[in-house]
């Protein structure tokens, strides 16, 4: 999981997504708030809160859904 503690006392959101195998490593490297899901081999978690830089999860869950979604819709997405 993640080596830094979460207060529990406050709800915690996390959100799920696909990262590409190569991005995999340094996103979870970093620890804290991205961690590695218990599933899936390129499915990695965040806990989201006032800590999260926005641009950064935008772009990783247009590049998830990009991995996801028919070659046909992935043509139409505007990616960063």
């Known amino acids: 999981m993640y080596a830094r503690a979460v207060d529990t006392s406050e709800p915690v959101c996390v959100m799920q997504f696909r990262c590409p195998n190569e991005e995999l490593p340094g996103l979870v490297g970093g620890g804290f708030p991205f961690f590695r899901a218990g599933w899936g081999a390129n499915v990695v978690c965040v806990v989201l809160g ?3 830089d926005w ?3 935008a772009e990783l869950l247009t590049e998830s859904y990009c991995l996801l979604a028919p070659k046909k819709l992935v043509a139409l997405v505007n990616r960063p």
Do not use: A, F, R
Request: cysteine-free; aromatic content about 0%.
């Open 55 to 57: 641009t950064e999860v």
């Open 50 to 52: 006032d800590h999260v």
